[in-house]
């Protein structure tokens, strides 16, 4: 079994009616650090890691990329470093981390569809390997940013490979109607352009992404298919020798029973067997995994407090976290599994409904789960929060973000710290017409 296909990080053990994640007990954490409280098990990030490097060891060409976006952090990109991965980047502040964290940033790419001149400017400053250009706009805006320093920048082209992918709609990005990168009805117009005009872009080859959370193997058959083909038709038609393909992430987990994601190495078998087929010079491949990288490594502590049963409906428990700690179950109606840290051995069971401590309605974390009877105090262990948790939350209602702690081999180490009333506060400011005199 592939560590994506596990709902639990796969150090996770049950100790006297407790979660051991790391070899730390879970409920220890949460008395230390508080809650609610990332933990990230080392082991399983750097599992998966050697999976998909020993998937795609038969393939001579292949670079592996870690899509920062999934969980970006100092600590976390440091560790994605040892492991030989290259980093994805779609902000100055993830180029930045990166940078800051000592990554050689020849490894680094730079995507998205509206990166602004001072994040172009700042890829540029920090030589990053290179970027991948999504659009008409961008393409002459970058020549221009290379032309006055001077120099030339490797470049990706961004296409949409016009995929499906039975995916949530908001995660989908490799259909036709995709804000995302040129139809591939536009590449000719933009190689043109960049042979005959843009001197200072050097193009190296085409970029997709066709989505995330992705179950089904044909969608990346078809993609490798469809750029494989693109790029020889372009090699060609212009006579000149693209020779990277970069095919995104998009790997699915397993958040629930119901998900079904296929290993590394199926996605390896996909994608390597699409490449056979042709006998042209095998491109280098680039895939970029974020999710299926650092999810299952990731579990969210919360204490349980209030609850509510609603007379002859549901019963709810709140926990002192919810949507802006995890904003996916309210943005893409995510659904989570969890179990209660201290009561794992308890057969009480009851119905609950999991509902955050944030003022709207629509912040459920789990709509109806099976667990044993919860009181006030008890600690809810949510699985696979690594990745698009702590990236996507905010400080909704004013609230201090959670602390992350990383745990291998019976240790923890704070990696991120918890935010304090004053970090809250630390960027507002009273114009002194409106300070007060007393
Ligand atoms: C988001 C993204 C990824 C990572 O997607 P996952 O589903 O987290 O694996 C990779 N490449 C690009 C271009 C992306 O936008």
Do not use: W
């Amino acid at each position: 079994m592939s560590f994506n296909q596990s709902i639990r990080p796969i150090t996770m053990e049950e100790k006297n009616n407790h979660l051991i994640i790391g070899g730390c007990d879970t409920v220890e954490l949460a008395k230390k650090y508080g809650t609610p409280l990332y933990v990230i098990d080392e082991a399983t990030i750097r599992g998966i890691c050697k999976e998909y490097k020993q998937a795609f060891a038969g393939y001579k060409n292949i670079k592996m990329m870690y899509a920062s976006k999934a969980l970006c952090t100092s600590a976390i990109t440091r560790i994605l470093d040892d492991e030989g991965f290259g980093f994805d980047t779609v902000s100055a502040g993830e180029i930045y981390t990166v940078y800051k964290s000592g990554v050689d940033m020849s490894k680094v790419l730079f995507n998205g569809n509206n990166k602004s001149v001072s994040e172009l400017e700042l890829a540029l400053n920090y030589k990053v390997g290179r970027i991948s250009v999504d659009n008409f706009y961008e393409a002459e805006l970058l020549n221009d940013l290379a032309e006055k320093r001077g120099i030339t920048t490797d470049i990706l082209l961004r296409i949409t490979p016009g995929i499906e992918c039975h995916t949530h709609n908001y995660i989908q990005t490799g259909q036709i109607d995709s804000k995302f990168g040129f139809d591939l009805s536009q590449v000719d117009s933009i190689i043109t352009l960049i042979l005959n005009k843009y001197k200072h872009l050097n193009l190296r080859g085409l970029h997709a992404h066709i989505g995330s959370q992705i179950f089904e193997l044909q969608s990346y058959h078809d993609e490798v298919d469809i750029l494989v083909k693109e790029i020889s038709r372009i090699n060609s038609k212009f006579n000149i020798k693209l020779n990277e393909m970069n095919i995104g992430g998009g790997l699915g987990v397993k958040y629930t029973q119901d998900d079904t994601p296929p290993s590394v190495i199926e996605l390896a078998k996909a994608v390597t067997s699409a490449m056979t087929k042709y006998s042209t010079e095998i491109p280098t491949i680039y895939i970029e995994p974020g999710r299926s990288i650092i999810s299952t490594s990731g579990i969210t502590l919360y204490t349980i407090g209030s609850s509510k049963q609603i007379p002859n409906g549901r019963k709810y428990v709140a926990i002192d976290g919810g949507m802006a700690d995890n904003p996916r179950p309210s943005m893409y109606q995510a659904k989570y599994t969890a179990q209660v840290a201290n009561k794992v051995m308890n057969n009480d069971t009851e119905i609950f409904t999991i509902a955050g401590r944030y003022c709207e309605s629509g912040d459920i974390l789990i709509e109806s789960i099976k667990l044993p009877k919860l009181e006030a105090g008890d600690i809810l262990c949510v699985y696979n929060t690594g990745a698009y948790n702590y990236s996507m939350a905010s400080n909704y209602n004013r609230v201090e973000k959670p602390a992350m702690v990383l745990v291998n081999n019976s240790q923890s180490d704070i990696i991120v710290y918890r935010e304090t009333l004053d970090d809250l506060i630390s960027h507002d400011n009273i114009p002194d017409r409106l300070s007060k005199n007393d």
